[in-house]
């Protein structure tokens, strides 16, 4: 390590630490008292319901946790009273967007608070390719202030595309500076770039998490120890037949030849009856989860795109007549209507690809699970032309999981413990995800067990974020287009 290394790190870690400290007074600060009694507690440490149970919540934690008729209500505390209710952490979509296509004056109603209305009380934000257009940082520190309703954010920097112009190494040692969570690789990076970020993102200790770059495959990216992959989707190129070696300057060129090698790949296979090719599929996942048994990456789960995708190509109609599509941008309304989005353009005379997309998704996800790889709920809301809702597609996702085989606790772990446990590798904080004292108080009140029935997540009676408590009438009121 250069001294300009080491100097630039002390000056890092004098930072850090001067954060953590002013997070610890911002916290002591707020002495608001709420409490919520008489709950049936999700605690998520463990599939379990306990009955009547008492929260207490000061400022933005949760103070302690215990049976209603052993903790007392404080004096001048806000009390909730939870009686046949359950109360569960709030949940995360670790992979969303927050790009321009929502912040036009098309934009119906902010996504910040289609996610609160939702119950997701935190989002990891993948980013854009500029930095002009990356909310997320801002708008954390407005939400953490109070100045804002929203979720809590975990963003990353600019996404690491390829094409740099500066040593990528630069972009890495920057964004660490800059406070970012964690790095995004994008698929057009080269090897040698790839490389240059991981060593020093490792040197750093930065977190990487992004897709697998067509020139760097699943075993390179697992041969420099990128710590997460982005997509399920992802491996698909694995299957492809790609030269790892081609180049293109432009973006839309590397994607059209991916998308047409892999497409030629998959011929064939489309042609065979349908068992047999769900055997042929099941052979190919099988020898591809095998390569990653040995040591699981994290993997954003996403399945929604592939819902979306097929529901856009073969039922326009249902597509736009889904209730909550009438949050989406109406510029983007207009591009799907005459067949302008991004899917619509992808699979272009190639539409029997989608369902069988899906399929081949449907099994990763299965073989993913059975090698115990931690699996993150996401969905990719957020972006300009795909057409997912922030928050209500984090429900779909849910029930798309349950659908191939997850439990409702299952489920529900991976967009609340389990996601937790990956922030904790990113930033050092396991802060959400479970109800247990010193954690965040992100919260979420459900007329019916989630447990029985995963779609009971969405009989949402309030939600705290950072606790602030939004009833049923501030949701409406936050759900009302005007
Ligand atoms: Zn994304």
């Given amino acids: ?27 002591a600060s707020d002495k608001r008292i709420t409490v919520f009694i008489h709950a049936s507690l999700i605690p998520m440490t463990s599939e379990t319901v306990i009955p009547d149970q008492t929260v207490v919540i000061e400022g933005k934690q949760i103070l302690s946790v215990g049976s209603s008729s052993q903790i007392n209500t404080p004096p001048n505390s806000t009390v909730i009273d939870c009686r046949n209710a359950f109360l569960m952490p709030g949940l ?24 609160l209305a939702n119950g997701v009380t935190t989002v990891r934000c993948f980013g854009t390719r500029s930095q002009r257009n990356h909310y997320a940082f ?7 202030t109070g100045d804002l309703a929203g979720p809590n954010i975990i963003p990353c920097g600019p996404q690491l595309r390829g094409h740099f112009k500066e040593n990528p190494e630069n972009i890495v040692i920057r964004q660490k500076y800059q406070h970012y969570d964690f790095i995004k690789v994008y698929s057009f990076v080269t090897r040698e770039e790839f490389h240059s970020i991981m060593s020093t993102a490792k040197k750093l200790d930065v977190y990487v998490a992004g897709h697998i770059p067509f020139q760097v495959g699943l075993d390179g990216v697992m041969a420099e120890g990128m710590n997460e992959i982005a997509h399920i989707e992802e491996f698909l190129w694995e299957f492809s037949d790609l030269d790892r ?44 989860v ?6 699981p990456i994290p993997v954003c789960t996403t399945l929604v795109i592939d819902d979306v995708i097929v529901q856009k190509l073969f039922d326009p109609k249902r597509f736009l007549e889904k209730p909550e599509n009438r949050y989406l941008p109406s510029n983007y309304l207009e591009r799907f209507r005459i067949g302008r989005d991004k899917h619509q353009l992808q699979f272009k005379d190639g539409e029997v ?10 099994k990763l996800l299965v073989a993913l699970k059975a090698i115990n790889t931690p699996l993150l709920l996401s969905t990719d809301a957020g972006t300009d032309g795909m057409g997912i809702v922030p928050g209500f597609s984090l429900h779909d996702e849910l029930a798309i999981l349950v659908e191939n085989g997850f439990t ?20 050092g904080w396991d ?51 005007k």
């Fill in 138 to 144: 801002a708008w954390r520190k407005k939400i953490e």
């Fill in 290 to 295: 095998d390569r990653l048994k040995a040591k």
């Fill in 431 to 481: 802060a959400f995800g479970t109800i247990e004292s010193g954690k965040c108080a992100d919260l979420l009140l459900l007329q019916e067990n989630p447990l029985d029935d995963v779609a009971n997540a969405r009989k949402i009676l309030g939600v705290m974020a950072a606790g602030r408590w939004y009833d049923r009438k501030a949701i409406s009121e936050m759900l009302a287009i």
């Fill in 1 to 27: 390590m250069s001294t300009g290394d080491s100097l630039r790190l002390t000056y890092l870690i004098a930072i850090c630490a001067l954060w953590v400290q002013m997070a610890g007074m911002a916290i």
């Fill in 92 to 115: 995360a979509d670790m992979h969303i967007h927050f790009r321009q296509g929502w912040f036009d004056e098309k934009k119906p109603v902010s996504p910040l608070k289609l996610f």
């Fill in 245 to 288: 070696k081609r180049y293109f300057e432009n973006e839309g060129d590397w994607m059209t030849y991916a998308i047409q090698t892999t497409f030629n790949r998959f011929s064939p296979l489309l042609q065979l009856p349908p068992e047999e090719q769900e055997q042929e599929i099941e052979a190919m996942v099988t020898a591809l």
């Fill in 353 to 362: 690809f989608a369902p069988f997309k899906y399929l081949l998704d449907k």
């Fill in 408 to 427: 409702p606790y299952e489920a529900l772990a991976a967009g609340t413990v389990v996601a937790s446990k990956i922030v904790q590798r990113m930033n």
